[in-house]
């Protein structure tokens, strides 16, 4: 009797417990001294938030985005919901610009890209004036990465890149650029244009997405031309730079700057994204390492928690399809340390980026969602 006794009170305890955790978790308080709970505890109330995506399919653009819609096998993501899924080769990539340029520009007005016989002799100062179809990268490296892997992929001597330090009509070769990567990774804003073909892409270095807003107030306002599509991320830098407020006051208080940071952003972001599409994109795990001590996989789960709660409006996406195969990377560099420097598939000496193995399959879901329409 007095085991049977033993073992009710020790179930009606687990049973309590749970329950004071739940509660916890939606009263914000789970964090002690900045310390999250046992990873036992804090993974109850994420499962209990999945339940309802099993039954809601995410929006069409917002699908490629979602980990529920892949099933991720040894080094691979595949597409496993409803929807075409492509590699997206550099004949595909243009393929899909003529076909957004066809059907998002005025047919009333003369198309300045009709004579495509004649591009062989235009100059990169004729054509970056001319409307085209823009793709923005805004952030830190993380998303600088998604930028590289999109020129490199599409390179051509019809390609012409700049950087910020350059004078306004200085355009090089992509080759030429993409060669000097080193010298070129933290300037302010990277434009590249296609001679033949109605395409931009810029990547703008802002590590505090601190000059965002007043960006999107000025394409909302009809100030300055928006880009067709924004891609932005950022979160790394963040923790860097609290670093011994993480060390004295814990996680929660260090991650107050960035909190408030994307508080700005929310509602610009939700109004922008009405009309242009925009992705936020979470931050990768990165390596564990004694050099990473600060950013930590929990670190960021906790910052990627702030940015689903705080960005979750009805029309931009979150980005969370990358993440599963960030953590295969990380668990492939500690069984086998690759570092190819030349192509950049395996950078393990580099403890705080994922390898272009990763970031490869990271532009496929980005082009997927740009370049796809989902049948309802």
């Given at each position: 009797m007095a085991t049977s006794w033993y073992r009710r009170c020790a179930l009606l305890s687990i049973i309590v417990c749970v329950n004071l955790t739940l509660i916890a978790?939606?009263?914000?308080?789970?964090?002690?001294?900045?310390?999250?709970?046992?990873l036992l505890f804090q993974n109850i109330p994420n499962k209990i938030k999945e339940i309802p995506r099993l039954f809601k399919r995410p929006p069409h653009f917002s699908r490629y985005f979602d980990r529920n819609c892949y099933h991720y096998d040894g080094l691979e993501a595949r597409f496993i919901c409803d929807g075409p899924y492509?590699?997206?080769?550099?004949?595909?990539?243009?393929?899909?610009?003529?076909?957004?340029?066809?059907?998002?520009?005025?047919?009333?007005?003369?198309?300045?890209?009709?004579?495509?016989?004649?591009?062989?002799?235009?100059s990169a100062s004729d054509v970056v004036t001319r409307p085209a179809i823009h793709i923005m990268f805004f952030g830190d490296?993380?998303?600088?990465?998604?930028?590289?892997?999109?020129?490199?992929?599409?390179?051509?001597?019809?390609?012409?890149?700049?950087?910020?330090?350059?004078?306004?009509?200085?355009?090089?070769?992509?080759?030429?650029?993409?060669?000097?990567?080193?010298?070129?990774?933290?300037?302010d804003y990277h434009k590249v244009i296609h001679l033949g073909v109605p395409l931009k892409i810029t990547y703008r270095w802002n590590a505090f997405l601190e000059e965002l807003p007043s960006s999107l107030e000025s394409w909302i306002a009809g100030k300055e031309p928006r880009p067709?599509?924004?891609?932005?991320?950022?979160?790394?830098?963040?923790?860097?730079?609290?670093?011994?407020?993480?060390?004295?006051?814990?996680a929660k208080t260090a991650s107050e700057k960035y909190a408030n940071q994307l508080k700005v952003l929310a509602p610009l972001v939700?109004?922008?994204?009405?009309?242009?599409?925009?992705?936020?994109?979470?931050?990768?795990?990165?390596?564990?390492?004694?050099?990473?001590?600060?950013?930590?996989?929990?670190?960021?789960?906790?910052?990627?928690?702030?940015?689903?709660?705080?960005?979750?409006?009805?029309?931009?996406?979150?980005?969370?399809?990358?993440?599963?195969l960030s953590d295969i990377y990380n668990a492939e560099c500690k069984k086998h340390f690759r570092h190819s420097q030349k192509t950049r598939l395996w950078i393990c000496r580099d403890r705080r980026?994922?390898?272009?193995?990763?970031?490869?399959?990271?532009?496929?879901?980005?082009?997927?969602?740009?370049?796809?329409?989902?049948?309802?």
């Open positions: 978790y939606y009263t914000n308080s789970l964090f002690f001294n900045g310390t999250r709970m046992p492509f590699h997206f080769t550099k004949e595909r990539i243009l393929d899909c610009v003529w076909k957004l340029w066809n059907t998002t520009r005025d047919p009333k007005e003369i198309d300045p890209w009709q004579n495509q016989a004649a591009h062989a002799n235009v490296s993380h998303t600088r990465y998604i930028f590289e892997v999109l020129v490199k992929r599409i390179a051509s001597p019809d390609i012409k890149y700049r950087v910020a330090s350059f004078k306004r009509d200085q355009w090089e070769d992509v080759y030429v650029m993409m060669a000097k990567r080193r010298q070129i990774t933290h300037e067709n599509f924004l891609l932005y991320g950022t979160a790394l830098h963040f923790m860097k730079a609290t670093r011994k407020v993480y060390r004295k006051f814990g939700d109004e922008f994204a009405k009309t242009t599409p925009t992705v936020f994109k979470l931050l990768d795990h990165i390596q564990d390492h004694p050099q990473n001590s600060v950013e930590n996989k929990d670190h960021i789960d906790l910052y990627n928690d702030i940015a689903r709660e705080t960005l979750a409006g009805d029309h931009a996406a979150l980005w969370d399809s990358a993440l599963p980026h994922i390898g272009f193995v990763m970031i490869e399959q990271y532009l496929d879901m980005y082009l997927n969602a740009i370049c796809n329409k989902v049948p309802k």
